[in-house]
């Protein structure tokens, strides 16, 4: 086989561990050579590793996407070598043949002859964000499994408050459940602390609010309350960082694609056109993180927070991605590829990043309870033939499309209408109507109405 890199290193990467081969090929006598050394995961060690990669002239490494364990690794060598974290479902070796130096040994094989293709690392900016972005909703989520604590353990006293309120955690029922603890036990007196439209329901609130509440409960829901407001904070702390560093970031600057080639992105919309294109010309040259948000707040159902979310996990310059089927390829929201023998045997979708599946999917089910928005047309379209969780994951698909063209084109989002398939697709909805009442018994005969009237 054809020699790529003359002079290449692959790691196999432990926590404790690393074990590095290098193989380098002389370019007048065809001799390859290899070389294998084991060093610790200690930050002086891998500058040892670094030093002795530099020193024979080595131009690119490999590991596989071990945990969190290549990230060490790639920090510190980051830079100096053209470095590929490679997914190790790719480059499985020879069954029967597991160590750890003959794993480092297939990993510089496959490099040295090109056959290894580098996972998508984004800049050092972005992957910041990314953490703090997924740190925020792992808080987002205890918060959310405290509140069923609390709620749980309320449904222990009998006291039945979540049946009556929306959000136990309101500014009405967090006045009640405080003065719960200060000792009120007069129904009445609670219901009274009801604000705006909870007073309408005082009657209610009189007949939930009556229940048996222990010393150890008031333990529990003091405990429970104060984690709360914990976590409250934190995310608001997180939230500010995040906010900082995209308001205070520089625009980022235009990147290859994993390829090595720049990708232009395509001038026309596959399917129907979701966004405004009459100033696509005034938009500005390199998006900042912060127009990007702004941009992505114009589509229904995403806020500032999920925005932020989603742009630390797809970057804002797309064109490190050929065209929006290969972000929606990447990111796993798209039917899979499974065929054989001119059968297709499934259309199950990648796992692609869970990060950004889950606010991609939270996103479009806000957007489908959106009136009037043709993202609520286009669900309602497909929950009638396939159901509620494939019409989600369609919509959910549509939203990332249409975020790819906005940050391509930089303009916002310009809604097409709920009626935009039945304008699409008259005529078919006008004789699949006639002939439903034509069923029933009907003589029907349409009639335009004239733009006057």
Sequence with gaps: MQV????????????????????????????????????????QELLRLADWLT??????????????????????????????????????????????????????????????????????????????????????????????????????????????????????????LEALLDGQTDPHLLANLARGRMKAKRAQLEEALVGTLKAHHRFLLSEQLVHIDTLDEAITRVSQEIEQRMGASEPASKQRSPSGASAPPPTTMPGEGTIDESNAEQGPEVLTWKQAVDLLDTIPGINQRAAEGILAEIGIDMSRFPSAKHLASWAGMCPGNHESAGKRLSGKARKGSLWLRRLLMEVAHGATHKKGSYLKALYWRIAARRGHKKALFAVAHAILVIIYYLLSRKVSYEDLGENHFDERERQAVEKRLVRRLEKLGYEVSLQAISPAA
């Design 55 to 176: 020193e024979a002239s080595c131009s690119h490494v490999a590991m596989e996407a071990t945990g969190v364990y290549w990230r060490p690794i790639f920090n510190l060598l980051e830079g100096l070598f053209e470095l590929l974290v490679v997914n190790a479902q790719h480059i499985k070796a020879v069954p029967g043949r597991k160590t750890d130096t003959k794993d480092a040994e297939w990993i510089a094989d496959l490099l040295q002859h090109g056959l290894l293709r580098g996972s998508f690392i984004p800049e050092t900016l972005q992957r910041e964000l990314r953490e703090l972005t997924r740190y925020r909703a792992s808080l987002i989520q205890d918060r959310v499994r405290m509140v069923n604590r609390l709620q749980k353990t309320l449904e222990d006293t009998n006291l039945k408050l979540g049946d009556v309120v929306t959000d136990i955690m309101g500014k009405s029922a967090r006045a009640m």
């Design 4 to 43: 790529v890199y003359e002079r290449c290193c692959g790691l196999d990467v432990h926590k404790k561990t690393v074990v590095a081969c290098l193989i380098t090929v002389s370019p007048a006598t065809a001799e390859r050579r290899k070389e294998l050394r084991h060093f610790r995961t200690t930050t």
